[in-house]
């Protein structure tokens, strides 16, 4: 054997190696079969569709911030041309980014036009339309296109946090890059994600508010009847929870008038835990302490304060109103009919903070571990018979060359698998049947220099250049097809989900794997074996 | 062994029984697309929720049915799966709800499904006297339940070990028994001792169901996966055409491209004939069969432009039938293979991938007939059409160097 073939076995030795040791993992060498097999599935990424596990798209709805940061626009506005003495008729929000103020005072109309440049100067100003001494306000788009990438970096922040401290296994969170403020999670070995779903979804929101009115209204109609129609300034109308404050209590929907300003919000909580509720045997409370900041602000509310009743408001629902019976410094309690469960899910929603919006689900696949399971046993049964099958054609057609094809199409698998555990690509059902048309397609290379072969032999041409013929003139058609399957594959991947993604994946680096193997080390044993046979020998193939 | 030593075919006189062989197909299958069956759109594309539901024995369909009308589900399907790979057991289910109008109402994703579990939990759960269902019990809850009740005394810190043997008990529950274990007895096997096998009887009954897979579409997302799914054909077939004309003349790649979509819209007429549903990996197996077909195309091409230097004094025709006679070969060989191995995924690989694999197994078979039965005619009529002799366009790189290799 020349020492050019010799360096060509050596490397290809190599990478033989190289793979065993990705597949079957180099820390721990396995002994025995349980143990490969451990090690097997752990280099291995499964996918869903093959592990079991929850796959969900979820959608922020980025315009609600957007209309709330006009709201709170409004209230700003509302307040500043009150100090300023600036006269108008009329200040309503009509769109998500726009803001109509009307029947401006012409005397302070010069005064008001320098308020929102230099106060507002996320707004542009322009004279509404149709409406003499009436202005409208847009809020200006780069500030809405921030506006909106911050929403949805929040948005995935406090989703990753939620997830996290849900203790799952490997769960993924990212945007799905689909556009339109889309989020995907994915949560491999949960076979129902209902408990993750509501943590997800929950808003979150926690806020403190002084009762105003120290008993609830049965009706948003009776509470505004008792204030003769007309709320007092700086108060609101928050309806409280339907459910009872304890199990078999019907809820009755009740409304209360609160400060609008809240003492204290989530953003000022230190930590939540749970504790076996001290006024409902039976069920579980949300303890809270706050931070120093916002104790300072606590204590003397509630030192002056004694007496009056205190809503915990959360996700604009009135949960409990206690009176307050003295000061306190920085704790507090949530209480509503809370299992142990949902007190430690509250808990949990608290410590990662709110969503700056709320969420809908758009799309939902939950693969159950038994099937599962079973999609694993049945691709892994159809590859090894596929395999079978080509493996008995091959050495029937093509006798001693059928085996060097054998060897090649084994090592293309090898090279395949053990790729994909280095790179941590993810295997999907679809990515099994990828291995399997990697069998059937890879067997193409090799039949297309062995026909060639046998074609330059049946010219008359002698073994060793039969064989260079073979191969020179088999390489660009193997090329050629390829290129164009891996094309396909490439927009499979571009445009495909999850499982589609698998198979693309493992249809390209198996393709590639095989242009490897069909030519370097058919080749390379090809190359050894005419070194060893006599000038004259039939080649078998 | 050989098989196809010293073939000598009139394959171009032969094209016009491919050529009727074709329309034939594509007349039974699209009528039956346009009169008959129609084609099955799958979940991905039209949105909706199924619920895919395996129970202990064959299970009561219309009884099923009935308690669905009754919960208020009116739009709801109900349909029986046999599993051929199973030995034909019929004890799965797939339970669909349309929601074709759910646009943009309050409505959540899951109400449906929710509905339908309810219907299910009533009809079959047994939570009798406050147990819950073991076969529906995921990993977790199981744990913190045998961490509770301690069956193997290990004292307060056994929350791994607890941990590590709720896991074993639901591998053996989905992996031996699919998912649905009929008797405790069942998970001796999972290192239960007989103390956790005592809790588990204590705390838990066995429902006669369990859900195997759901998926819930919304309709947004459906049309943005029709769209992706015809975006991503498209621009796969374009990328081909282009990578064809620069390897040949454009004749070929359009005489390629109307091939392989010939095999596609036969594809499709098989997939309503035989009421498969097409879904993303259906698109995935679409795809893969016009990279394929190409394959085939492009070996009898590259076979053709070879030829077209050597053999100088002869018509195009004559060319082209030797360059497949030449290659029948390799093209018998390798659909013969393919067609063998996704075969064998199709009868072996499991419910989730047939319909995958029932578009390849036709594309295979199409896909190859289709080169030489259409790809190749269209370029030799076009060139008689024109009046030419046989001509290709001298230029490219790998051109020259075939050119080279043939002087040799």
């Given at each position: 054997?020349?020492?050019?073939l010799?360096?060509?076995?050596?490397?290809?030795?190599?990478?033989?190696?190289?793979?065993?040791?990705g597949v079957?993992?180099?820390?721990?060498?396995?002994t025995?079969?349980?143990?490969?097999?451990?090690?097997?599935?752990?280099?291995?990424?499964?996918?869903?569709?093959?592990?079991?596990g929850?796959?969900?798209?979820?959608?922020?709805q980025?315009?609600?911030?957007?209309?709330?940061r006009?709201?709170?626009t409004?209230?700003?506005?509302?307040?500043?041309?009150?100090e300023?003495?600036?006269?108008?008729?009329?200040i309503r929000?009509?769109?998500?980014?726009?803001?109509?103020?009307?029947?401006?005072?012409?005397?302070?109309?010069?005064?008001?036009?320098?308020?929102?440049?230099?106060?507002f100067p996320?707004?542009?100003?322009?004279?509404?339309?149709?409406?003499?001494?009436g202005?409208?306000?847009?809020?200006?788009?780069?500030?809405?296109?921030?506006?909106?990438?911050?929403?949805?970096?929040?948005?995935?922040?406090?989703?990753?946090?939620?997830?996290?401290?849900?203790?799952?296994?490997?769960?993924?969170?990212?945007?799905?890059?689909?556009?339109?403020?889309?989020?995907?999670?994915?949560?491999?070995?949960?076979?129902?994600?209902?408990?993750?779903?509501?943590?997800?979804q929950?808003?979150?929101q926690?806020?403190?508010?002084?009762?105003?009115?120290?008993?609830?209204?049965?009706?948003?109609?009776?509470?505004?009847?008792?204030?003769?129609?007309?709320?007092?300034?700086?108060?609101?109308?928050?309806?409280?929870?339907?459910?009872?404050?304890?199990?078999?209590?019907?809820?009755?929907?009740?409304?209360?008038?609160?400060?609008?300003?809240?003492?204290?919000?989530?953003?000022?909580?230190?930590?939540?835990?749970?504790?076996?509720s001290?006024?409902?045997?039976?069920?579980?409370?949300?303890?809270?302490k706050l931070?120093?900041?916002?104790?300072?602000?606590?204590?003397p509310?509630?030192?002056?304060?004694v007496?009056?009743r205190?809503?915990?408001?959360?996700d604009?629902?009135?949960?409990?109103?206690?009176t307050?019976?003295?000061?306190?410094?920085?704790?507090?309690?949530?209480e509503?009919?809370?299992?142990q469960?949902?007190?430690q899910?509250?808990?949990l929603?608290?410590?990662?903070?709110?969503?700056?919006?709320?969420?809908?689900?758009?799309?939902?696949?939950?693969?159950?571990?038994?099937?599962?399971?079973?999609?694993i046993?049945?691709?892994?049964?159809?590859?090894?018979?596929?395999?079978?099958?080509?493996?008995i054609?091959?050495?029937?057609?093509?006798?001693?060359s059928?085996?060097?094809?054998?060897?090649?199409?084994?090592?293309?698998?090898?090279?395949?698998?053990?790729f994909?555990?280095?790179?941590g690509?993810v295997?999907?059902?679809p990515?099994?049947?990828?291995?399997?048309?990697t069998?059937?397609?890879?067997?193409?290379?090799?039949?297309?220099?062995?026909?060639?072969?046998?074609?330059?032999?049946?010219?008359?041409?002698?073994?060793?250049?039969?064989?260079?013929?073979?191969?020179?003139?088999?390489?660009?058609t193997?090329?050629?097809?390829?290129?164009?399957?891996?094309?396909?594959?490439?927009?499979?991947?571009?445009?495909?989900?999850?499982?589609?993604?698998?198979?693309?994946?493992?249809?390209?680096?198996?393709?590639?794997?095989?242009?490897?193997?069909?030519?370097?080390?058919s080749?390379?044993?090809?190359?050894?074996?005419?070194?060893?046979?006599?000038?004259q020998?039939?080649?078998?193939? | 062994m050989?098989?196809?030593?010293?073939v000598n075919v009139?394959?171009?006189?032969?094209?016009?029984?491919?050529v009727?062989?074709?329309l034939?197909?594509?007349?039974?299958?699209?009528?039956?697309?346009?009169?008959?069956h129609?084609l099955?759109?799958?979940?991905?594309?039209?949105?909706g929720?199924?619920?895919?539901?395996?129970?202990?024995?064959?299970?009561?369909?219309?009884?099923?049915?009935?308690?669905?009308?009754?919960?208020?589900?009116?739009?709801?399907?109900?349909?029986?799966?046999?599993?051929?790979?199973?030995a034909?057991?019929?004890?799965?289910?797939v339970?669909?709800?349309?929601?074709k109008?759910?646009e943009?109402?309050?409505?959540?994703?899951?109400?449906?499904?929710?509905?339908?579990?309810?219907?299910?939990?009533?009809?079959?759960?047994?939570?009798?006297?406050?147990?819950?269902?073991?076969?529906?019990?995921?990993?977790?809850?199981?744990?913190?339940?045998l961490?509770?009740?301690?069956?193997?005394?290990?004292?307060v810190?056994?929350?791994?070990?607890y941990?590590?043997?709720?896991?074993?008990?639901?591998?053996t529950?989905?992996?031996?028994?699919?998912?649905?274990v009929?008797?405790?007895?069942?998970?001796?096997?999972?290192g239960?001792?007989q103390?956790?096998?005592?809790?588990?009887?204590?705390?838990f009954?066995?429902?006669?169901?369990?859900?195997?897979?759901?998926?819930?579409?919304?309709?947004?997302?459906?049309?943005?996966l029709?769209r992706?799914?015809?975006?991503?054909?498209?621009?796969?077939?374009?990328?081909?055409l282009?990578y064809?004309?620069?390897?040949?003349?454009?004749?070929?790649?359009?005489?390629?491209?109307?091939?392989?979509?010939?095999?596609?819209?036969?594809?499709?007429?098989?997939?309503?004939?035989?009421h498969?549903?097409?879904?993303?990996t259906v698109?995935?197996a679409?795809?893969?069969?016009?990279?394929?077909?190409?394959?085939?195309?492009?070996?009898?091409?590259?076979?053709?432009?070879?030829n077209?230097?050597?053999?100088r004094?002869?018509?195009l025709?004559v060319?082209?039938?030797?360059?497949?006679?030449?290659?029948?070969?390799?093209?018998?060989?390798?659909?013969?293979?393919t067609?063998?191995?996704?075969?064998v995924?199709f009868?072996?690989?499991g419910?989730v991938?047939?319909?995958?694999?029932f578009a390849?197994?036709?594309?295979?078979?199409?896909?190859?007939?289709s080169?030489?039965?259409?790809?190749?005619?269209?370029?030799?009529?076009?060139?008689?059409?024109?009046?030419?002799?046989?001509?290709?366009?001298?230029?490219?790189?790998?051109?020259?160097?075939?050119?080279?290799?043939a002087?040799r």
């Amino acid at each position: 054997m020349n020492s050019q073939l010799k360096w060509k076995f050596i490397f290809i030795v190599l990478v033989i190696l190289f793979c065993i040791f990705g597949v079957v993992g180099m820390p721990s060498f396995p002994t025995s079969r349980a143990q490969l097999k451990d090690n097997l599935a752990d280099r291995i990424k499964l996918g869903l569709d093959l592990k079991g596990g929850s796959h969900l798209v979820l959608q922020v709805q980025v315009d609600e911030a957007i209309g709330q940061r006009c709201d709170q626009t409004v209230d700003q506005l509302n307040k500043q041309l009150h100090e300023k003495n600036i006269i108008v008729g009329e200040i309503r929000r009509s769109s998500d980014t726009q803001i109509l103020v009307l029947n401006v005072d012409p005397a302070t109309s010069a005064a008001f036009r320098d308020l929102i440049t230099n106060q507002f100067p996320d707004w542009s100003m322009a004279p509404a339309a149709g409406q003499v001494n009436g202005y409208q306000l847009d809020m200006k788009p780069s500030v809405v296109a921030a506006l909106r990438h911050d929403t949805m970096d929040q948005s995935l922040e406090t989703i990753t946090r939620r997830i996290n401290a849900l203790g799952l296994t490997e769960p993924t969170i990212a945007f799905t890059g689909r556009g339109d403020n889309e989020i995907l999670v994915q949560l491999p070995g949960e076979g129902d994600p209902t408990r993750a779903k509501s943590v997800i979804q929950a808003g979150g929101q926690l806020a403190l508010n002084r009762v105003a009115d120290d008993q609830p209204y049965p009706s948003e109609a009776a509470a505004l009847a008792s204030h003769g129609g007309v709320l007092p300034p700086g108060t609101e109308i928050v309806p409280g929870r339907s459910e009872g404050n304890s199990p078999g209590q019907p809820g009755q929907q009740v409304y209360y008038v609160l400060d609008r300003a809240p003492i204290v919000t989530g953003q000022d909580l230190r930590s939540a835990t749970t504790s076996p509720s001290t006024n409902y045997p039976g069920q579980y409370q949300v303890d809270f302490k706050l931070s120093t900041a916002a104790a300072a602000r606590f204590g003397p509310f509630t030192e002056a304060n004694v007496g009056r009743r205190m809503a915990i408001v959360l996700d604009h629902k009135v949960y409990t109103a206690p009176t307050i019976n003295s000061k306190i410094e920085d704790s507090g309690l949530i209480e509503g009919n809370f299992s142990q469960e949902t007190a430690q899910d509250l808990a949990l929603v608290l410590r990662a903070g709110a969503l700056p919006a709320s969420i809908k689900y758009l799309e939902e696949r939950t693969v159950g571990p038994s099937l599962g399971a079973d999609s694993i046993r049945e691709g892994v049964r159809a590859s090894i018979g596929s395999l079978i099958v080509v493996m008995i054609f091959l050495v029937i057609y093509y006798r001693l060359s059928g085996v060097n094809a054998v060897v090649a199409l084994i090592l293309n698998l090898v090279i395949l698998v053990a790729f994909m555990a280095y790179a941590g690509a993810v295997l999907t059902l679809p990515g099994i049947a990828g291995v399997i048309l990697t069998i059937g397609m890879g067997v193409d290379s090799n039949v297309l220099v062995f026909e060639r072969i046998r074609e330059e032999l049946r010219n008359g041409k002698a073994n060793a250049s039969a064989v260079e013929l073979g191969f020179d003139r088999a390489f660009l058609t193997i090329i050629d097809t390829h290129v164009t399957t891996i094309v396909s594959a490439i927009f499979l991947f571009l445009f495909g989900t999850g499982p589609v993604r698998g198979f693309a994946v493992t249809l390209v680096i198996g393709l590639l794997a095989n242009v490897f193997t069909s030519i370097y080390v058919s080749r390379a044993i090809f190359d050894y074996h005419l070194s060893h046979m006599e000038r004259q020998a039939q080649l078998s193939i | 062994m050989e098989f196809f030593k010293g073939v000598n075919v009139d394959w171009m006189g032969k094209a016009k029984y491919f050529v009727a062989l074709s329309l034939t197909l594509l007349a039974i299958g699209w009528i039956s697309i346009l009169r008959a069956h129609g084609l099955r759109y799958g979940i991905d594309f039209t949105g909706g929720t199924l619920v895919y539901v395996r129970f202990a024995g064959p299970p009561p369909i219309d009884q099923i049915r009935k308690g669905l009308e009754n919960a208020g589900l009116h739009d709801s399907s109900i349909q029986g799966i046999t599993d051929i790979s199973n030995a034909g057991t019929q004890n799965d289910v797939v339970i669909g709800l349309e929601k074709k109008g759910m646009e943009e109402n309050d409505e959540s994703l899951d109400a449906g499904k929710q509905a339908i579990l309810d219907v299910l939990h009533k009809m079959f759960g047994s939570d009798t006297a406050g147990k819950q269902d073991f076969n529906s019990i995921t990993p977790s809850a199981l744990t913190a339940y045998l961490t509770e009740k301690d069956p193997l005394s290990l004292g307060v810190n056994a929350g791994d070990r607890y941990k590590q043997l709720a896991q074993q008990l639901t591998n053996t529950r989905d992996a031996d028994h699919g998912g649905i274990v009929t008797s405790f007895d069942q998970l001796k096997n999972a290192g239960a001792t007989q103390s956790v096998l005592n809790a588990l009887s204590a705390g838990f009954s066995l429902g006669n169901f369990t859900i195997r897979d759901v998926e819930i579409v919304g309709p947004k997302v459906g049309a943005q996966l029709r769209r992706q799914a015809l975006w991503a054909t498209l621009y796969a077939l374009g990328g081909m055409l282009v990578y064809i004309a620069i390897r040949f003349e454009w004749v070929y790649g359009a005489a390629a491209v109307i091939a392989v979509f010939h095999d596609v819209l036969i594809t499709l007429g098989f997939f309503s004939l035989f009421h498969y549903e097409i879904s993303l990996t259906v698109i995935a197996a679409l795809l893969t069969l016009v990279g394929y077909s190409m394959n085939d195309t492009i070996v009898i091409f590259d076979r053709v432009r070879e030829n077209l230097r050597l053999m100088r004094r002869e018509t195009l025709p004559v060319i082209v039938n030797r360059s497949i006679n030449q290659t029948l070969s390799r093209t018998i060989l390798t659909s013969g293979l393919t067609f063998l191995t996704v075969l064998v995924l199709f009868i072996m690989g499991g419910e989730v991938l047939r319909a995958f694999s029932f578009a390849m197994v036709v594309g295979v078979v199409v896909g190859t007939y289709s080169s030489f039965g259409i790809a190749a005619p269209i370029v030799v009529v076009w060139n008689k059409y024109r009046g030419q002799g046989a001509s290709i366009r001298a230029g490219s790189a790998a051109d020259k160097r075939v050119a080279a290799e043939a002087r040799r």
